[in-house]
């Protein structure tokens, strides 16, 4: 009596376990491609900091010493008054 049970709901246990092991490879796909969006995110942010940190090194070494001082002492004046 027990065989014949197990043996009706046998194919539609190993259906659900198909199921289920389908839906988790699918999510550790998804999962995979996210890492590597937020990866490659990365990667472009870093290069455009790059860019902007040689950008302000160029403009800073085309500056006197004067002209240094004064947008250092503006930045710190600033920054007290935040």
Do not use: T
């Not at 403009?59 to 006197?64: C, K, N, R, V």
């Amino acid at each position: 009596m027990l065989e014949v049970i197990v043996g009706a709901i046998w194919p539609y246990v190993l259906g659900a376990l198909a199921l289920i092991a389908g839906w988790i490879a699918a999510r550790q796909s998804g999962k995979a491609a996210g890492r590597q969006d937020a990866k490659i995110d990365q990667l472009e942010a870093d290069a455009l900091a790059r860019e902007k940190a040689r950008e302000a090194h160029a403009e800073i070494d085309a500056q006197d010493d004067a002209a240094v001082r004064d947008r250092a002492r503006r930045r710190m004046h600033d920054a007290a008054r935040r």
